[in-house]
């Protein structure tokens, strides 16, 4: 049992480039969320899945695509980087019971 | 979801217990108190929850006040490994499907060193 797992842990890209960030989770769990956090700062959800088939806009969604491709596994797209995007994206999934989220480890994403 | 408010740092020597405090004054008879913890550059944990009554795991306690507008997480003997963020989060229980809140709102918590 892994939990929330995330790929890749690092990642650089050149302004304009397009990447998408992975995250799988092997809980059986129906929503899924991706977060950002930038230096010094909280989490922002950027986008969320309620359950295989939906996806609904954060606080930051803006530069950002998901797809919920099964009930395993969420990715996120950055179609065009910027350097804005520079930040640790943390992917996480909710239990059963609606009261813990369990967290990736993070993709550490510098734009430059 | 509720404002919550913490103290931006707070230092603990080992072995002590750790009282982190924590504001919620607008929160809801439906909302619950969570706290999460953030080692560096890790994901956030989960800790604890609670609704109106005290509660206690293996990790800490949560002690929440008779009218429910403040809390605080209580680690019984910290160590050097509990050095971290910790968040308090107040919102409604349950996951999405079952109306429960989509998201945690972190705020910038309170940043736990513990110290030889």
């Known amino acids: 049992n892994a939990g929330v797992t995330q790929t890749p842990k690092f990642q650089v890209l050149k302004t304009g480039q397009s990447m998408t960030l992975q995250c799988a989770q092997d809980?059986?769990?129906?929503?899924m969320y991706w977060y950002r956090q930038d230096p010094g700062m909280g989490l922002r959800l950027i986008y969320y899945?309620?359950?295989?088939?939906?996806?609904d806009k954060g606080e930051v969604p803006n530069g950002y695509n998901v797809s919920r491709l099964n009930k395993r596994e969420f990715s996120l797209r950055l179609e065009s980087a910027a350097p804005s995007q520079t930040s640790v994206y943390f992917c996480?999934?909710?239990?059963?019971?609606?009261?813990?989220?369990?967290f990736g480890p993070g993709t550490r994403l510098t734009v430059t | 979801d509720a404002k919550t408010t913490q103290p931006p740092s707070m230092d603990c020597a080992e072995g002590r217990a750790a009282n982190l405090p924590c504001n919620h004054s607008?929160?809801?008879?439906?909302?619950?108190v969570y706290w999460y913890r953030q080692i560096h550059s890790q994901g956030p944990q989960y800790i604890i929850h609670?609704?109106?009554n005290n509660e206690t795991n293996e990790m800490a306690s949560l002690i929440i006040t008779e009218d429910r507008k403040s809390s605080t997480l209580i680690l019984p003997h910290a160590t050097l490994r509990d050095t971290a963020v910790y968040y308090c989060?107040?919102?409604?229980?349950?996951?999405?499907?079952?109306?429960?809140?989509?998201?945690?709102?972190f705020g910038t918590g309170t940043q736990l060193k513990v110290e030889l």
């Open positions: 809980m059986n769990h129906n929503s």
């Open positions: 989060i107040v919102r409604v229980a349950g996951g999405i499907l079952t109306g429960g809140g989509n998201k945690l709102t």
């Open positions: 609670g609704l109106k």
């Open positions: 899945s309620a359950s295989e088939g939906t996806t």
């Open positions: 607008t929160i809801s008879g439906n909302e619950y």
């Open positions: 996480a999934s909710l239990s059963y019971r609606g009261s813990e989220q369990y």
